[in-house]
């Protein structure tokens, strides 16, 4: 006489399928989670000192005798500085700040206006600085450089922004910095052995 097979009641099926469901939901909501922090995780921006220059540095060679009266007091420092922003979403910025500096004295100031990085783009900042050159003709030290023909200066560039992905639920504020030396000759006013260090706070 044959057995016929054991037949699992409907609720214990119902049961069974209910908990495959369940699994299975929870392996694909955690792959799901895994993909989004990936693609939607907040990345360090890149900042970049493109150049560092002079606008209108016509009768700078003037400096090179301490007794000659310069006519001009003032040198416009041109800073290009890109950022590079490699998020999924946009980066806004507030304002520029550059400072130009000789020898750990800070000789001119200037903020640029704020705006927005798009998703894995990269925007340029050019930011002009009004060097106060007169105010360091009294300087021994700076006359000194002047008649070797050489002049070393510093420039620093802060910019502060954040990143909202996810709708805005994962927000992080961002601090880039770029500090920067290089040497303008006196001759020809151009800029020559520029190097930049970059510094990136997520908070």
């Known amino acids: ?88 979403a946009s980066l806004w910025y507030g304002a520029t700040e550059t400072s130009v500096y000789y020898r750990a ?21 050019n930011v002009t600085v009004d060097v106060a050159v007169g105010a360091l003709l009294g300087d021994p030290a700076f006359l000194g450089d002047v008649a070797a023909g050489a002049v070393a200066v510093a420039t620093a560039t802060r910019v502060r922004g954040r990143v909202a992905v996810l709708g805005g639920i994962v927000r992080r504020r961002v601090v880039l910095e770029m500090n920067c030396t290089a040497t303008i000759a006196v001759a020809d006013m151009s800029i020559s052995d520029q190097s930049c260090l970059q510094h990136v706070w997520l908070r």
């Open 1 to 88: 006489m044959g057995t016929s097979a054991a037949v699992k009641p409907p609720s214990l099926r119902l049961r069974c399928v209910l908990i495959s469901c369940g699994i299975a939901s929870i392996l694909v909501a955690a792959a799901l989670l895994a993909v989004t922090l990936t693609v939607y995780r907040v990345r360090e921006p890149v900042m970049t000192m493109n150049a560092i220059s002079l606008e209108d540095p016509g009768a700078a060679a003037t400096y090179s005798s301490p007794t000659t009266q310069p006519p001009l007091l003032t040198l416009t420092v041109v800073a290009d500085v890109s950022v590079k922003n490699p998020n999924a």
């Open 105 to 125: 004295r800070r000789v001119g100031e200037a903020r640029g206006p704020p705006g927005t990085a798009p998703a894995r783009r990269t925007v340029r900042l």
